[in-house]
């Protein structure tokens, strides 16, 4: 059974900061990994889609990366805003069913 | 509007009625997906479905029913509510066939509360 791992739980920073948050999964027979965005009391937001052949993807502040065969994952935000703070959730696309199984995510707090 | 909805956003139930949420996509993607947010629990996959008239359990199916007569839609029937399914159940879709590395999208959930 596929699980994912998410590390640290709760993250506070002061604005301007560079910040790394943390995925590990335990099955690395994988199609692909998505980071998704969540704001209280609302749905999830996709930020980023690596496939499974891919090291790395970015989309402005956000940069993912990939490594399959350790079965980790890193989500790399540049020059932190206030408007980032949100709970951050990695999820990993695997099995006959192609389900998301979603790790418990990183609370992010980006103090002004 | 493109997209994925949920319908009711809220909704308030009894325990021992039945209740069903709605879900649409208009992408025509094969897969779809209920899952339920809990705290303390995540997100867990309820029921997902590969394509229309193919439905299948996922981690936590028990209570619930689920249909797909057609592409676009997927309604998830809680068949005799109960207090443990309070919870907030979000909608996914993804595509398929031969494009096996596609991102799903979510919608923006139903807050259920069964009193």
């Known amino acids: 059974k596929q699980e994912v791992t998410q590390i640290p739980a709760a993250l506070s920073v002061p604005e301007g900061e560079n910040l790394v948050l943390n995925c590990s999964f335990t099955d690395s027979a994988i199609y692909n990994l998505q980071w998704f965005r969540q704001d209280p009391g609302k749905g999830l937001t996709s930020l980023l889609l690596i496939q499974s052949s891919q090291r790395e993807q970015t989309s402005g502040r956000l940069n993912a990366s990939l490594d399959k065969s350790s079965g980790r994952s890193t989500l790399y935000i540049a020059a932190s805003q206030p408007g980032d703070s949100a709970t951050y959730l990695c999820?990993?696309?695997?099995?006959?069913?192609?389900?998301?199984?979603f790790g418990s995510g990183t609370q992010l707090t980006v103090l002004p | 509007d493109a997209g994925i909805t949920q319908s009711p956003r809220y909704k308030i139930t009894e325990t021992g009625r039945q209740v069903t949420l709605m879900c649409h996509q208009t992408w025509s993607h094969s897969y779809m997906f209920w899952y339920r947010q809990d705290l303390g629990h995540g997100l867990r996959l309820i029921y997902y479905s590969a394509a229309a008239d193919i439905t299948d359990k996922g981690e936590v199916p028990d209570g619930y029913v689920v249909s797909r007569s057609k592409t676009e839609n997927f309604p998830l029937t809680l068949e005799s509510a109960t207090r443990s399914q309070t919870s907030v159940y979000f909608c996914?879709?993804?595509?398929?066939?031969?494009?096996?590395?596609?991102?799903?999208?979510f919608g923006q959930g139903t807050r259920l509360t069964v009193v």
């Open positions: 999820a990993v696309v695997s099995g006959s069913a192609r389900q998301l199984t």
């Open positions: 996914a879709s993804s595509e398929s066939g031969g494009k096996m590395n596609t991102e799903a999208f």
